[in-house]
């Protein structure tokens, strides 16, 4: 009963603060997923979102998404190589923001586009080995552009790159990981997005409309092969 009227207290405050209501962000959140509501902070137990060394920073996370100072500092770096990387192509860059649950599209350095999205069943860590369903953070580029997938159409990351294999074998040496397992591959930002809960292996889910307007881009040539493409856990928004 409590987590009905929560749920409609939620609902009743995000369709005044957005045009649409975001149905997936008010169950992943009853769901224990980061909290997209104030009310839902307040009335949740404190075990389930108070963490002395990670609740207190000043972007409001969750503490799953382990704020560090030095972390925040990085991603904004890459966000502002990302940009740059525009400007200098006159062309297309996306930054996708997971704690935001936002892809964002930048054209010549300017933000033109923002997206609503869906991850995998782990959206607070880095991607650490194959089937852990974590998106992995890190700046990367479209490898492939698929008109037809499974998920309708995508763009393919060249996910793992050079920093993330690195990463892979300091993990096995150290034991962190098992030794079979693989480091994991074939991450895109595809379409199908339900709209409801995180539900992919790792990849960035949109709905088809969202990527049907981000492959406009495509035809336009101004997302294409080598576009810049950077993950970060947080960093786009002063506040989440």
Same mark, same amino acid.
């Given at each position: 009963?409590? *987590?009905? +009227?929560?749920?409609?207290?939620?609902?009743?405050?995000?369709?005044?603060?957005? %045009? %649409?209501?975001?149905?997936?962000?008010?169950?992943?959140?009853?769901?224990?997923?980061?909290?997209?509501?104030?009310?839902?902070?307040?009335?949740?137990?404190?075990?389930?979102?108070?963490?002395?060394?990670?609740?207190?920073? =000043?972007?409001?996370?969750?503490?799953?998404?382990?704020?560090?100072?030095?972390?925040?500092?990085?991603?904004?770096? #890459?966000?502002?190589?990302?940009?740059?990387?525009?400007?200098?192509?006159?062309?297309?860059?996306?930054?996708?923001?997971?704690?935001?649950?936002?892809?964002?599209?930048?054209?010549?350095?300017?933000?033109?586009?923002?997206?609503?999205?869906?991850?995998? *069943?782990? =959206?607070?860590?880095?991607?650490?080995?194959?089937?852990?369903?974590?998106? =992995?953070?890190?700046?990367?580029?479209?490898?492939?552009?698929? #008109?037809?997938?499974?998920?309708?159409? *995508?763009?393919?990351? @060249?996910?793992?790159?050079?920093?993330?294999?690195?990463?892979?074998?300091?993990?096995?040496?150290?034991?962190?990981?098992?030794?079979?397992?693989?480091?994991?591959?074939?991450?895109?930002?595809?379409?199908?997005?339900?709209?409801?809960? @995180? #539900?992919? #292996?790792?990849?960035?889910?949109?709905?088809?409309?969202?990527?049907?307007?981000?492959?406009?881009?495509?035809? %336009?040539?101004?997302?294409?092969?080598?576009? =810049? +493409?950077?993950?970060?856990?947080?960093?786009? %928004?002063?506040?989440?």
């Amino acid at each position: 009963m409590a *987590a009905g +009227v929560l749920a409609l207290v939620g609902f009743v405050r995000y369709s005044h603060s957005e %045009k %649409k209501p975001n149905i997936g962000r008010l169950v992943n959140d009853l769901l224990g997923r980061p909290p997209a509501f104030e009310l839902t902070r307040k009335l949740a137990k404190p075990s389930d979102y108070l963490h002395p060394k990670y609740d207190n920073n =000043p972007l409001g996370l969750h503490y799953k998404y382990y704020f560090d100072p030095d972390d925040l500092r990085k991603f904004k770096g #890459w966000i502002e190589e990302t940009t740059r990387l525009s400007v200098k192509s006159k062309s297309c860059a996306i930054v996708v923001d997971k704690a935001a649950y936002e892809v964002f599209l930048f054209k010549s350095g300017r933000l033109i586009k923002t997206i609503s999205m869906e991850l995998g *069943a782990n =959206p607070y860590d880095d991607k650490m080995m194959q089937g852990d369903r974590a998106t =992995p953070e890190g700046r990367y580029s479209v490898k492939r552009i698929l #008109w037809k997938s499974e998920f309708y159409r *995508a763009l393919l990351i @060249n996910y793992p790159n050079a920093h993330d294999k690195k990463a892979f074998q300091k993990r096995l040496r150290k034991k962190l990981i098992p030794p079979k397992q693989g480091i994991g591959s074939a991450i895109e930002i595809h379409g199908h997005g339900k709209g409801l809960m @995180n #539900w992919t #292996w790792g990849c960035v889910a949109v709905n088809d409309e969202a990527i049907d307007e981000l492959f406009r881009f495509v035809r %336009k040539k101004c997302i294409k092969k080598g576009t =810049p +493409v950077t993950i970060v856990r947080y960093g786009m %928004k002063l506040r989440y």
